[in-house]
């Protein structure tokens, strides 16, 4: 972190230089588009942001948009109206060095990570931060002591608690709560829709699935021209699902993604949910994590919910969203068939984008029989499409473990279906069934002769929080005979779990939440591998059941030990804590006291960030991997009454940070001569802190 502490001169009165209000004026009305607006806008120059309203962060919604100051410090910030100074913060991190503008209507304006404050109000903060030995300070000033006019230039652009120099900007309503500048305050040049990259499936009970199986399903739209987007195949579906969208919006002036001003979903014509970013409070700021599902890096692996999930409250989310087949619960009913999805997202200057995709809702087809004849060799499959259409089946078989496949002709004898096979009993088969709707299901197996030497295949479990439980991935490195066994084992405690195949190698399982007390569960799986080698493999997993009012304990490692506790829980639910792969920590100055640890949660089972306690250091801090493999503090639970928040799963470790700041070529420049109590000469000191 980079910074660069002043004392300078600016001209007396109120809160700070008062720069040729009606010049500012003139320039900042010439627009017609602009004519309507009710504030100045706060910046001289042009109108370019880099993050809207509502935003995606870790943990909160963005509650304000930023200006960009083209890496500039030291950029006039104006009053966008008439009011006092009502409040100054000062702090290392959040807003950094703020200051909030009380205006003649009751709202307020909030002016954030700048570089230096008007005189007055520069010199109040440094007395209030002398008094209390601390660089902190968060003042409350009275109606009167701090007026302001409109265009009056009320601080400096600057960098503090930021990574990049820029102008964070909100404006509040009378209680407080956030409101969109550009929806209802200003308007931005924008000539760039929304874009619309992709489509998550959710399902939403144990007994849904899609084409890609039980698990969420991922799509990718097509661009049909510029503002519309398509996806190329009929999505199947069965049971009770949701969808959620990867989108975002460009101004165009940079590649800056943003969160567009509205998201609608239509199912048949019909609006089911309806999302505008307009408005909420800072108590719903931990709901992002509801809101939002994360398949992989940067905007394009953020995909917004389109259904309202329970501890959702914010009033500009609209409709139920969650789709059922002939059920009578909450959520749009629809009957089995063909039906047509719309996205339509609109950005702040009224540009839109449509996203069209087809999905179908029925029972997929059941596979009740495919096994390889002890007498013949022959291979007997029977399969039934619950909805009583035909189903077609196609057999294929391969002898190089599934790196060719040749077809295997099928003759119906009865109700079943027969084919003759190679007689190498390490063949794989696989067999696909495919309704009169195009669902199709895909079976793999093979019937191998048990091979009684050293285990030669290989797999790994890959544990994961849901809001159902525990589920289980479960990967092979070779193609198994049939879905394998997998049982949990908890203290005296034995269940068998159910299995299903998604691939020949691949396959997952889910271990329902039981709320039992915590201790490690051991999850087992065995099987044999298409040439009858056995397969197995053990997970030992900490699993902390979560309540209201109740924490779980885990050991990190040798020497340390944290408590999660749940803040605002929607419903029970689990956490799982894992070892990390050890990684290095690149950042001079920091020293791991701990092993790095992993932390998964469905998120959307908490409507506020959950909390982790640990007695570490006022140096130690909590740190969580990103995605380009930097360590990021979240906070130092001692300075923070003990804990820290953490607002999605990730990978964290407890760094320790040793080395002190560095102060650099300090330097006195002298000023003109003036009548501010300041003195003539002040002091540049650059700050840098590797830690």
């Given amino acids: 972190m980079n910074a660069t502490h002043r004392g300078r001169r600016t001209a007396r009165g109120g809160c700070g230089a008062v720069l040729a209000c009606a010049v500012g004026a003139a320039v900042l009305f010439v627009s017609g588009s602009a004519s309507a607006e009710v504030y100045l806008w706060p910046m001289h120059g042009p109108r370019r942001i880099s993050s809207s309203f509502s935003e995606y962060r870790g943990g909160h919604y963005h509650a304000g948009i930023d200006l960009r100051s083209f890496g500039a410090i030291g950029l006039p910030c104006l009053a966008v109206g008439d009011g006092f100074v009502s409040r100054v913060k000062i702090e290392p991190y959040g807003y950094g060095k703020a200051l909030y503008l009380r205006l003649a209507d009751g709202r307020t304006a909030v002016y954030a990570h700048l570089d230096r404050l008007g005189t007055a109000i520069d010199s109040l903060a440094w007395h209030q931060r002398v008094l209390r030995g601390s660089n902190w300070c968060d003042i409350d000033l009275p109606e009167g002591a701090f007026p302001v006019s409109a265009g009056d230039t009320v601080a400096w652009s600057g960098q503090t608690a930021t990574d990049a120099p820029h102008l964070h900007f909100e404006i509040r309503d009378e209680g407080q709560h956030p409101l969109n500048p550009l929806g209802e305050f200003y308007e931005v040049p924008d000539e760039s829709p929304p874009i619309v990259s ?6 939403l009970d144990t007994g849904s699935v899609t084409g890609s199986g039980p698990g969420p399903a991922v799509r990718q739209f097509r661009a049909s021209g510029r503002s519309r987007y398509l996806l190329p195949d009929t999505i199947q579906l069965s049971g009770s699902f949701g969808f959620a969208v990867s989108v975002w919006d460009e101004q165009g002036f940079g590649r800056y993604l943003m969160a567009p001003l509205s998201i609608d979903l239509a199912i048949d014509g019909q609006t089911c949910y309806s999302i505008r970013n307009g408005s909420f409070s800072f108590d719903q700021a931990g709901e992002i994590g509801l809101e939002y599902e994360v398949a992989g890096p940067g905007a394009a692996g953020r995909y917004l919910v389109m259904y309202r999930r329970d501890g959702v409250t914010r009033r500009d989310r609209r409709g139920d969203g969650r789709i059922h087949r002939g059920t009578t619960a909450d959520g749009v009913l629809l009957s089995t068939g063909l039906h047509v999805g719309l996205v339509t997202a609109t950005d702040a200057a009224g540009n839109s984008c449509r996203a069209i995709f087809h999905f179908a809702i029925h029972d997929f087809p059941v596979v009740t029989q495919a096994r390889r004849l002890e007498a013949a060799d022959e291979v007997v499959v029977s399969v039934v499409d619950p909805d009583g259409g035909p189903v077609s089946a196609a057999l294929f078989e391969s002898l190089d473990g599934g790196g060719s496949w040749r077809p295997v002709p099928l003759e119906q004898i009865g109700s079943y279906l027969h084919g003759a096979v190679s007689p190498d009993r390490g063949a794989l088969w696989r067999l696909e069934a495919t309704d009169d709707e195009g ?7 093979g019937a191998p002769a048990p091979v009684a030497e050293r285990d030669m295949a290989f797999c790994q479990i890959r544990p994961s929080s849901s809001p159902l439980g525990t589920s289980l991935e479960i990967i092979a490195d070779r193609p198994l005979a049939a879905p394998p066994l997998v049982t949990a084992v908890c203290g005296a405690r034995v269940d068998t779990l159910r299995v299903r195949q998604l691939g020949p190698t691949e396959f997952s399982a889910l271990a329902p939440g039981s709320g039992s007390l915590d201790r490690p569960v051991v999850f087992s799986v065995r099987g044999l591998d ?6 197995r493999a053990h997970a030992a997993v900490r699993i902390l059941p979560l309540r209201a009012g109740v924490r779980g304990e885990a050991v990190i490692d040798d020497t340390t030990t944290v408590e999660l506790e749940p803040v605002s829980p929607l419903r029970p639910f689990e956490v799982i804590v894992g070892e990390a792969p050890p990684r290095a920590v690149e950042t ?3 020293h791991p006291l701990s092993s790095p640890f992993t932390i998964d949660f469905p998120v959307d089972a908490t409507a506020r960030p959950i909390r982790l306690h640990c007695g570490a250091g ?12 930097r360590w990021s503090c979240v906070g130092v639970p001692a300075r923070q009454g003990g ?3 953490i607002g999605e799963p990730g990978t964290y470790a407890l760094l320790e940070d040793r080395l002190p700041p560095r102060m650099r070529h300090v330097t006195l420049e002298r000023t003109p001569s003036g009548g501010s109590f300041y ?6 000191v650059p700050v840098t802190d590797e830690g």
């Avoid at 669902?439 to 197996?445: L, S």
């Avoid at 006022?618 to 493999?629: A, H, I, M, P, Y």
């Avoid at 003195?679 to 540049?684: A, E, I, M, N, T």
């Fill in 588 to 590: 001079d100055g920091l």
């Fill in 439 to 445: 669902a199709r299901v895909t079976r793999w197996f």
């Fill in 679 to 684: 003195r003539d000469l002040y002091c540049s």
């Fill in 618 to 629: 006022e140096r130690t801090g909590l740190f969580q991997l990103l995605e380009d493999g």
């Fill in 643 to 645: 804990s820290v928040s």
């Fill in 198 to 203: 992709g489509l998550m499936i959710l399902p």
């Fill in 530 to 535: 298409h040439r009858g080698y056995p397969v």
